[in-house]
C-alpha cells in the first residue's frame, strides 16, 4: 500500500534489525503497549513477525518512508469473518518520526484496505487515555471514541484508562467516498 508518505508493507524475518529491536527496549516508545512487559531479541521479534505471517486472518505492515526506512509496524487483525471486524494496532518506533502524520496516514490506508478490499464492516482499537498522540492519530483518521474502561491498565504507580475506538464502513465510507 502506498500513502503520500509512506510504503506499507508485508514485514519478513529479515525486518527483525537492530534498529527495530532498539524500539522495542526502549522504556518511551514501548510506555504505552503491553510488548514492555516482555524480553524481546532478534529471535523473539522474528518469531513475531513470522507467527503474524503465518496466520491468515492477520496482516502486519511495515510501515516506510518512500526510502524504505522502516519507521514503525501496524497490524490489522486478528480479522473475525463471521462479524466483519477486526483490530488495529500501531507502533511509530522511530522517535524522530513521532508527530509528523505518519500513524494517522498508516491508519488511513488500512482501514481504507479493511473496507473496500476485506469488506469489513468494523474495525476497534484502543489505548491508554495518556498516550494523546495514538488517540490523536486515530480520530484524525475519521475514527471516534466509543467508550473508555475506567483504570484498565497499570502504568507506572497508577491505574489508567482505556480509550475504545471505533470505525463502522458505513461511517467512513460517508467521509470517502
Known amino acids: 500500500m502506498r500513502t503520500g508518505r509512506l510504503v506499507l508493507r508485508n514485514l519478513a524475518a529479515a525486518d527483525a534489525t537492530q534498529a527495530y529491536l532498539g524500539w522495542m527496549n526502549d522504556p518511551l516508545t514501548t510506555r504505552f503497549l503491553e510488548a514492555r512487559l516482555l524480553e524481546h531479541d532478534l529471535g523473539s521479534l522474528r518469531t513475531f513477525i513470522e507467527c503474524c505471517n503465518a496466520d491468515p486472518r492477520v496482516l502486519l505492515l511495515g510501515i516506510?518512508?518512500?526510502?524504505?526506512?522502516?519507521?514503525?509496524?501496524?497490524?490489522?487483525?486478528?480479522?473475525d469473518a463471521f462479524h466483519g471486524l477486526a483490530s488495529v494496532g500501531l507502533l511509530i518506533g522511530e522517535q524522530?518520526?513521532?508527530?509528523?502524520?505518519?500513524?494517522?496516514?498508516?491508519?488511513?490506508?488500512?482501514?481504507?484496505?479493511?473496507?473496500?478490499?476485506?469488506?469489513?464492516?468494523?474495525?476497534?482499537a484502543g489505548c491508554y487515555a495518556s498516550n494523546v498522540g495514538s488517540a490523536r492519530a486515530f480520530l484524525k483518521a475519521g475514527w471516534l471514541e466509543e467508550g473508555r474502561s475506567r483504570a484498565m491498565w497499570r502504568l507506572d504507580d497508577g491505574r489508567e484508562d482505556n480509550i475504545h475506538l471505533g470505525v463502522t464502513r458505513a461511517d467512513w465510507s460517508a467521509g470517502h467516498p
Not at 69 to 79: C, E, F
Request: glycine content about 12%.
Open 64 to 79: 516506510c518512508l518512500a526510502d524504505d526506512r522502516h519507521i514503525g509496524n501496524i497490524k490489522l487483525g486478528p480479522v
Open 96 to 124: 524522530d518520526c513521532w508527530g509528523r502524520g505518519y500513524a494517522t496516514e498508516a491508519i488511513e490506508a488500512v482501514t481504507a484496505h479493511a473496507f473496500r478490499k476485506l469488506g469489513l464492516e468494523k474495525l476497534t
